[in-house]
C-alpha cells in the first residue's frame, strides 16, 4: 500500500484520488475560494501550481479569478504567480509577495485586512462571501491524514482551515506525504454562532479542550490530490547589533518587572510577533536567566526551537509552525522531543482576547513606525502603501498583560543610512492606538509609557525611543506644538496639523527625513 493511501484511512475515499490537472475543471472563474495555510506554512501547493499552469499554457491571464480567503501569507511561489496571471482578485487577510503587494497598491488586487481572531469569526458568520451569503464555493486544504470518519488531519498550521473546512460547499484535500503526520498535535474548536457561543475554558498554556482532528462530511471531497511538496518556511537572517540591542532592553525591563512584583520569575505566557526583532528577542530569552517560560503566540519560529533546545521553555502553544527549510529539518530530526511541547489550534483561539487576556500575555510586536504619543502604524508606508497586512498583532497588543512594540530608531533610505526615523511627530496611519500600548523600544532605549499623559508619553518616548539625529528637530516640535496649542487651550495632545508630515514630504522630495526646521 502507498503512503498516500495509509494516511487515507477511510478507504471509500480512495476512489476519489486524482492528479491535480484533474482538478482544474472544477474551478470556475468568479468563485470564492478557502485555503489553509498560515505565514508560508500549510498551504495548497500543487493544485493552485496546476491551475496557473492551465492559465498559463491557455492564455487565460484576467479570464480565471479568484476572491482567496486564506489564514495568512503563502508561499510567494503561489502568491506572485497567481497574482502575475491576473488570477487574484480579491485577497484577504494578509500577503507576502512583491508581485501581489504591487498589485494590491494599484487596485488590481482588491484587499481588505483585519485583526486574525476576528476575521476567521467573520468568516463563519459569512461577512465576506458568496455576495454576503457566506461560505465559500470550494476549499482547498494541506492535510497530513484522514482519519476512519473521514475527519481530516491538519500540518503545520491551521490559521482558518477549520472555518474553510466547515463552509466549503465543496474540498479539494492535498495529502502531503513528504511530511509526517501531525495527527495529536491540533486542538481543535470549531466556530460557533452567538448569543450561545461557550466559552474557552483554558486556563494554562497546555490546556486542551478541543479534538485533534477536523470534522468534516466526506461528501463534500471532491477529490484527494498527493502532495510531496514540504513546507520550506521563511528563513530569516541572524539577528544584528540593532536587534540584540532592542532585545537586551527588553530582557532588562523583565527583570525590572520582576524584581517590582509585577512579573513572575518565570514571566507570563509570551507572545512574539514575525521577523528577525522578534526572533532576536526570543534569542535573547534562550541566553536570558528566566525559565520555565510558556509561549502562547500565532506562529513558532526557529529560535523557540532554540528556546526549547536550552530547556528554559516548557510549552508552547500556537497556530502556525512558521520555521524555515533547516527549522522544519530540525523539527522532524528531533520530532518526539518537539512534539510533545506545542499544541496549535484555530487562530479564532490562538488569537482570541479571552484566553490572551486570562493567560496575562506578553505581546511583543514590531511597527513600521510609532509617534511621539504612543499610536503606531503596523501596515502602510507613507499612510498609504500596503506592505503585508495587520496580522494578529491587534489581537494581542490590545489584550495583553504588556503591549510592546519594538522596532529600530532609523531604517535607511536609498541616499541615507539614517534617513527615514520610526519614531514620527504623527503617525500616518494608525494600527494601535495610544490606549493599545503599554511599552514602546528601539535601540536607543525602553519607554515604559503605564500611566503617563501623552505630553508625559511624548517627553518619555523622545528621550528614551528617538535617534539622535532626530532627536533635537523631535524636541523643537513638540516644544512649539505644545507652545502654540496650550496658549489656544486645545493642547492635550499637542500638533502642528499642517506642519506634522513635513518629514515625509521632505523624504518624498530629497530622499531624508532630516529636515532643516519646522518653519
Known sequence: MSELHKRIRKTSLHSRIMSPEDTIPFFRNGMDLGWSGFTPVGYPK????????????????????????????????????????????????????????????????????????????????????KER????????IEASGITEEGQIILGGSIGCATEVIQHSDKLIIEINTAIPSF?????????????????????????????????????????????RLPDKGRALSDPDETSEQIAAHILDFFQFEVKA????????????GVGNIANAVVGGMVKGPFSNVKVWTEVIQDTMLDFFDSGKLDFASSTSLSLSEQGFKRLYDNWDFYVQKVVLRPMQISNNPEPIRRLGVIAMNTPVEFDIYGHANSTLVGGTRMINGIGGSGDFLRNAYLSIMHTPSTRPSKTDPTGITCVVPMAPHVDHTEHDLDVLV????????????????????????????????????????????????????PHLLFKVFKMQQHLAEKGTMKIDNWN
Open 46 to 129: 500543487v493544485v493552485p501550481a496546476a491551475l496557473a499552469d492551465h492559465v498559463e499554457k491557455n492564455n487565460l491571464q484576467g479570464k480565471m479569478r479568484f476572491n482567496l480567503f486564506i489564514g495568512a501569507s503563502i508561499g510567494a511561489e503561489i502568491e506572485d504567480r497567481w497574482a502575475s496571471l491576473l488570477m487574484t482578485d480579491k485577497r484577504w487577510p494578509y500577503q507576502t509577495g512583491k508581485v501581489v503587494q504591487k498589485q494590491v497598491n494599484n487596485g488590481t488586487v482588491r484587499m481588505g485586512d483585519k485583526h486574525l481572531s476576528v476575521y476567521a469569526q467573520d468568516l463563519a458568520y459569512g461577512f465576506y462571501t
Open 133 to 140: 451569503g457566506g461560505g465559500f464555493d470550494l476549499g482547498l
Open 183 to 227: 495527527e495529536g498535535i491540533h486542538d481543535i474548536v470549531m466556530t460557533e454562532r452567538p448569543p450561545y457561543k461557550k466559552p474557552y475554558l483554558i486556563s494554562r498554556v497546555d490546556d486542551r479542550i478541543g479534538s485533534p482532528y477536523v470534522p468534516c462530511d466526506p461528501d463534500k471531497i471532491l477529490a484527494i490530490v498527493e502532495s
Open 261 to 272: 512584583g509585577r512579573l513572575p520569575k518565570n514571566l507570563l505566557p509570551l507572545q512574539s
Open 442 to 493: 528601539t535601540e536607543q532605549g525602553l519607554a515604559d509609557l503605564r500611566g503617563l499623559s501623552p505630553q508625559e508619553r511624548a517627553r518619555t518616548i523622545i528621550s528614551k525611543c528617538v535617534h539622535p539625529d532626530y532627536k533635537p528637530l523631535m524636541q523643537e516640535y513638540y516644544e512649539r506644538a505644545r507652545r502654540e496649542c496650550c496658549e489656544l487651550n486645545v493642547g492635550h495632545e
